[in-house]
């Protein structure tokens, strides 16, 4: 691990809506981006904001010094223009204090710059930015920030950081460290629109490479069934669609679709940042609240304890040597963290090279060990309760629990072990067991932590250990 003096990493992360945004930032991000309905690359209305709840979300971020991007990253048609620009004259007039746009076009980056000179535009990585070059021609268009496409490997980023600072170019660079990832170039996919009219880069993917698929060859089931296909082609036939065949080729760097594993630079955090990147983007704005807090916990405290490391000069002291197998104990703590949640195996995509990885055949994601039961939106004593020691709070109820299950809780400070102790709805009458999601109730937990009510903070989540 190199020792030099780094200005910080920012730690950016997805926020689908409010609740998510507000998870992030509680839990560590230093930025967060999020999209208005129609015009970002996640389009389901229930995943994104509107210009009441975006200003909610700036307002609850900015005084947790939080950061806030707002994306207009999808590829326009020419018929959309102008309600595009409509709905950036609506946020101009509503006079949000955005602290960036994220866009992909060079039409749109156009219109924002028009209506925004003073605001930073961030160029997407579905720009497919890769070389000094084009990064230096999207900084004398007046961009100020470049989210590097995904398909550059370290040393390439390494080599375009030495140059831009070589030549004192004021870009700064983000790469995405985790999360799902598209098998087409940066989202380039025709699969989705193809098979069901969704296009891609409008926000409306349907993930088509996460479908079960059957392989069919000449020599087996195509020669049977009269496709009257050429020897040697090989086809993939999606199981709700018989006799709809795609044909697969291969050029010499491999075939690129199909279901990925998910991107994570966690084990490769130093070498990550020391490559000169100056965001760390999470992909996931489709993803859960706890999942973003699971996440965003794991990479906060991961960046924190390497620029812990990083500020011990002597490299052979011993101070330096325990806080180096510190840090190794504390990411191999939290990759089994990552290992807890929901995801599709992981791998450093393009980061480290091209290497001989496996991607997930089997099936398209590999179940959790852990599952959220609730998040806490209220901390303080309920009317009822007579607890002297331990923890109150009002939850949101995510999945069924009962008085007497030991369960934890994750928070920004750390993750504890608790026994729920008592249930009350509403309406102050005390539960043995919640079933429904989506409902509010207060509860009453002990645990053997001392003090644990000073570490737990609203956004806070409760979880169970699958067996």
């Not at 497919?128 to 390439?156: C, D, H, Q, S, Y």
């Amino acid at each position: 691990m190199k020792n030099k003096n780094l200005k910080k990493i920012e730690l950016l992360c997805p926020a689908g809506d409010l609740d998510r945004l507000k998870t992030a930032v509680v839990f560590g991000a230093d930025a967060v981006y999020c999209g208005l309905s129609d015009f970002s690359l996640r389009s389901a209305r229930e995943l994104n904001f509107t210009l009441e709840t975006l200003r909610e979300g700036i307002e609850f971020a900015h005084a947790r010094n939080a950061k806030v991007y707002l994306t207009f990253n999808i590829f326009p048609h020419e018929w959309m223009m102008k309600d595009l620009e409509k709905e950036i004259l609506n946020i101009k007039n509503s006079i949000l204090n955005i602290d960036g746009f994220i866009v992909a076009d060079l039409g749109m980056f156009s219109l924002i710059k028009k209506h925004f000179p003073d605001i930073p535009i961030h160029v997407s990585t579905q720009a497919n930015t890769l070389n000094i070059e084009a990064i230096k021609m999207w900084g004398e268009l007046g961009a100020e920030r470049i989210v590097l496409a995904r398909e550059l490997t370290l040393g390439e980023i390494r080599e375009i950081s030495k140059k831009l600072k070589a030549k004192s170019y004021k870009l700064e660079l983000e790469v995405f460290g985790h999360g799902a990832m598209c098998m087409a170039y940066s989202g380039r996919c025709l699969l989705s629109k193809y098979f069901t009219g969704r296009e891609a880069n409008l926000g409306e993917c349907a993930q088509p490479c996460r479908w079960r698929y059957k392989i069919k060859s000449q020599k087996s089931n195509l020669k049977n069934q009269n496709y009257g296909v050429p020897s040697g082609q090989i086809f993939i036939e999606e199981e709700t669609r018989p006799g709809d065949l795609l044909e697969i080729q291969e050029d010499p760097n491999g075939t690129y679709f199909m279901n990925s594993k998910d991107l994570c630079v966690l084990d490769i955090l130093d070498q990550f940042i020391e490559s000169g990147i100056d965001s760390l983007k999470i992909e996931g704005r489709t993803k859960s609240s706890f999942y973003v807090a699971v996440v965003t916990y794991v990479y906060r405290k991961a960046i924190d304890e390497y620029y812990k490391l990083s500020q011990i000069s002597n490299l052979k002291s011993q101070k330096y040597g325990v806080a180096l197998r510190q840090y190794k104990k504390t990411i191999k703590e939290l990759m089994d963290e990552l290992n807890q949640i929901q995801n599709r195996g992981y791998w450093h995509g393009f980061l480290i090279g091209r290497h001989d990885y496996q991607q997930e055949y089997d099936t398209a994601a590999i179940r959790p060990t852990v599952i959220p039961v609730g998040q806490v939106i209220e901390i303080g004593m309920h009317k009822g309760s007579t607890q002297e020691h331990g923890a109150n709070f009002l939850m949101d109820v995510m999945n069924k629990f009962k008085v007497g299950e030991e369960l934890e809780i994750l928070t920004p400070n750390g993750i504890y072990p608790i026994k729920v102790k008592k249930i009350i709805d509403e309406k102050s009458k005390e539960l043995e067991e919640i079933l429904k999601p989506k409902e509010k109730v207060w509860i009453e937990i002990e645990s053997r932590i001392k003090n644990l009510e000073s570490k737990i903070s609203e956004r806070s989540i409760l979880r169970r250990k699958m067996k």
